[in-house]
């Protein structure tokens, strides 16, 4: 069985700022855009593969009403590359595998340090569901041109409660990278980039609780603590 798709976003406005002191009148241009297609295999009965090619564009333009001559452009864009396989081992195991890669480039008025950077990645996760309980174990690598190696991972445990309900306890580790902005915007009276930032690393617990009320009623409640750091 074989499957093909696009998917394109596209997203436009401006938005005004007030200013307390009166010498300048903001405001900003932006258009966010993105496109991506997909292919997806059933090669054999337990195994299925999806390949994905993707480009994005966020594009910010800023002027000022009371001076012509003033604009800066911010123009950031991401082409990406993914590619997932799932293996249904038997009735209650399934593995997930792939990989991973974006590269973003940079163009502005301002000058930057840096314009472009890239990220591969790898991971696997393995799915259990049983009936007195299921469970969730999950890693990922990421290699990254400008912040080096990053290993997290993800794990949950869930067990039903009679015929409707459900209690899930998870963990998850984040790792996001600085943007260009973050690092290098230049000081323009109101905000400065600082070069010294490092990637923010975060440890998230949840519990969580599911009830299926009616056919199409659907309740979920949690309570949730995130640690970041960096």
Do not use: C, M
Not at 51 to 70: C, I, M, R, T, V
């Amino acid at each position: 069985q074989f499957s093909a798709g696009v998917n394109v976003l596209d997203q436009r406005g401006k938005t005004e700022y007030d200013n307390p002191f009166g010498l300048q009148k903001p405001y900003q241009d932006y258009a966010i855009s993105s496109v991506a297609v997909f292919t997806e295999l059933q090669a054999t009965e337990w195994w299925t593969s999806r390949l994905e090619f993707g480009h994005s564009e966020d594009k910010q333009s800023a002027y000022d009403k009371l001076n012509f001559n003033a604009q800066d452009d911010y123009n950031t864009y991401r082409d990406s590359a993914s590619w997932l396989n799932t293996f249904a081992l038997n009735e209650q195991h399934t593995l997930l595998t792939g990989a991973d890669y974006n590269e973003d480039k940079l163009r502005s008025t301002q000058p930057y340090n840096e314009n472009s950077r890239w990220n591969q990645a790898a991971f696997i996760q393995h799915n259990y569901k049983g009936d007195l309980f299921s469970t969730e174990l999950g890693w990922r690598h990421d290699k990254n041109q400008q912040f080096g190696n990053e290993n997290t991972w993800n794990a949950a445990v869930s067990a039903p409660v009679g015929q409707t309900n459900e209690f899930v306890l998870s963990y998850a580790e984040g790792f996001r990278t600085p943007t260009f902005n973050n690092l290098y915007w230049k000081f323009d009276g109101w905000y400065e980039g600082n070069p010294n930032l490092k990637p923010e690393k975060s440890k998230s617990y949840e519990l969580q609780w599911r009830s299926q009320l009616a056919d199409s009623v659907r309740l979920e409640s949690s309570v949730y603590q995130t640690k970041v750091r960096d």
